[in-house]
């Protein structure tokens, strides 16, 4: 049983930056690929960025390229998200989820709220 524990939000000024962490235990972290999502006030859960097992292939959602970077550790069995020129619209509580399937992520953290003050 895969387990996820994201840490690393609050609050912060908007232009301002943070790194969110994701720690897996249990299950082979190196087979999965990791991803991180968002869901604000009202909103639908969103896709924020996503990694493959190896690192080899990243992708980003729009609204965020050029501003989030994920990256991995498979050595610490991490997953990370540096979030910099953070907007008010970031706000969001962020959950960090991996693919342990096949097909779609299916193994989720219980989310860090990360407020971005204007």
């Known amino acids: 049983q895969v387990q996820l524990v994201e840490s690393g939000g609050g609050l912060v000024q908007a232009g301002g930056s943070l790194r969110l962490s994701c720690a897996a235990s249990g299950g082979t972290f190196s087979r999965y690929r990791m991803g991180w999502f968002r869901q604000a006030p009202g909103k639908e859960r969103e896709f924020v960025a996503g990694?493959?097992?190896?690192?080899?292939?990243?992708n980003y959602a729009d609204s965020v390229k050029g501003r989030f970077t994920i990256s991995r550790d498979n050595a610490k069995n991490t997953a990370d998200l540096q979030m910099n020129s953070l907007k008010p619209e970031d706000t969001a509580v962020y959950y960090c989820?991996?693919?342990?399937?096949?097909?779609?992520?299916?193994?989720w953290g219980q989310g860090t709220q990360v407020t971005v003050s204007s």
């Open positions: 990694i493959s097992a190896t690192g080899g292939s990243i």
């Open positions: 989820a991996a693919r342990v399937g096949l097909v779609r992520y299916d193994c």
